[in-house]
């Protein structure tokens, strides 16, 4: 038996959730950090890419709901552990002491159970969807939950900006609160008994951890498509971090505006992923290499000009951040497509562990990614002004992009893209 419709909707509400409570860490509270704190951008930079880096461990989260056969506690403890993680975090910048003593130690805690939490919810999640939906319904279900997650992000971004203004610690613990418990509670009747009716019960997997990993390594295309994540991934998070202190030191955007704005920015990749969705599977319209390319070219260009209007004072980096959200979306959509086909690919039995190894590449770009930005801007920022230091980076960024579109028009196939959108109608 496999998923129906409304199991898939309901797997997207985890992916919801888990949206909802990293975006805590990674845009608000990094902006407190940098904006209200005055801490350096290479301090939060290195907090969030310590969550990332601890990600590293996603092969083995994925191995072990593959060699197990319960991703549901998986899914549980794990989002648990994110929402501990993302409280304790903002406890610390509330106290304004994630920066030195103690407080530093908390934070470093935090975004380790962050990165736990994450690692282990996210990868379990994507095997579940991987192993118990049927092949015609792969592709479609990669694309509900996925906008799921983007809707999450760019709801709790607007909704939170607009309650955190005024700005005080005793609102920013309230808020964070609400949203992590709920997110424990929504994904726990989200999830509860969906995989008993749908997965029968296996028989424990003896196989060694590293002996799997390898196995899984050993597939050709399994290397490919982990090289490609880690390049691609590394353009999408290098401004990651920074934007949000772009607009607040450059255009003096107050900190819930400067939420609001990747709540824009998540609100362009949704209806990028939805138009392209709709493209491929209503019309049949374009190819996996197309539409990776066509949404890094136009990243890139949008970065370079985010960069010229910090160079020319214009106010229109609400509009610009969102149509580099819709250029993002297009590319994160056919990338996850090709994801989902490939994990059923090769020795079965094996989904979770391939999800693991790309889940873990992903990581280790976003932690590079968004280290990188925070401290090349701190670096800038010595010998010249905060637009042309930030405008620096995002020209930077938009080069990455560029060289993982030549690499996507290389080595992903054409057609991939084409057979997959034959079986993302629903109903199929």
């Not at 015609?136 to 906008?147: D, G, M, S």
């Not at 960024?397 to 109608?425: C, S």
Request: positive net charge; proline residues 3%; contains cysteine.
């Amino acid at each position: 038996m496999t998923l129906n419709w409304l199991q898939i909707a309901r797997l997207g509400l985890v992916q919801l959730c888990i949206g909802a409570v990293v975006v805590l860490t990674t845009s608000t509270l990094n902006r407190l950090m940098v904006v209200e704190l005055a801490l350096p951008a290479m301090l939060s930079g290195a907090l969030v890419a310590l969550h990332s880096f601890v990600q590293i461990t996603r092969p083995s989260w994925g191995f072990w709901s593959d060699a197990r056969g319960n991703r549901t506690r998986f899914i549980i403890g794990g989002m648990a552990i994110l929402s501990l993680g993302a409280f304790l975090a903002s406890v610390a910048v509330a106290l304004g002491i994630a920066g030195q003593g103690a407080g530093l130690v908390l934070s470093l805690l935090a975004y380790v159970l962050i990165g736990i939490g994450a690692g282990a919810c996210g990868t379990a999640l994507l095997a579940l969807l991987a192993t118990a939906t049927h092949p015609r319904r792969r592709a479609a279900a990669a694309t509900i939950t996925w906008l799921m997650m983007i809707f999450g992000i760019a709801v709790t971004s607007g909704v939170i900006g607009a309650l955190l203004d005024p700005y005080s610690p005793a609102r920013l613990l309230v808020i964070v609160a609400v949203v992590t418990l709920g997110a424990v509670l929504l994904t726990t009747l989200a999830i509860w008994g969906i995989e008993a009716r749908v997965m029968a019960e296996r028989e424990p997997d003896a196989t060694p951890l590293w002996q799997g990993l390898g196995e899984v390594w050993a597939e050709r295309k399994s290397r490919v498509f982990t090289i490609f994540i880690f390049l691609s991934m590394s353009a999408f998070f290098l401004q990651e971090l920074i934007l949000e202190p772009y607009a607040g030191l450059v255009f003096g955007f107050s900190p819930g505006q400067s939420t609001g704005l990747s709540g824009a920015q998540h609100g362009g990749m949704f209806v990028g992923m939805l138009a392209v969705g709709i493209a491929v599977s209503g019309f049949r319209l374009g190819t996996l290499k197309l539409w990776v390319t066509a949404g890094c070219v136009g990243s890139a260009v949008c970065l370079a000009g985010i960069a010229a209007l910090g160079q020319m004072g214009i106010g229109l980096l609400v509009p610009a951040v969102a149509v580099l959200g819709l250029f993002n979306g297009m590319f994160a959509i056919a990338s996850i497509g090709a994801m989902m086909q490939l994990a059923g690919e090769g020795r079965a039995g094996r989904e979770g562990t391939r999800m693991g190894v790309w889940g873990a590449s992903q990581a280790i770009a976003q932690g590079l990614g968004g280290f990188a930005g925070a401290a090349f801007v701190d670096v800038l920022r010595m010998r010249a002004d905060a637009p042309m230091a930030f405008g620096a980076v995002f020209v930077f960024e938009a080069a990455l992009f560029l060289a993982a579109a030549v690499m996507a028009w290389r080595i992903i196939d054409g057609g991939t893209l084409r057979r997959v959108a034959t079986h993302m109608v629903p109903g199929e």
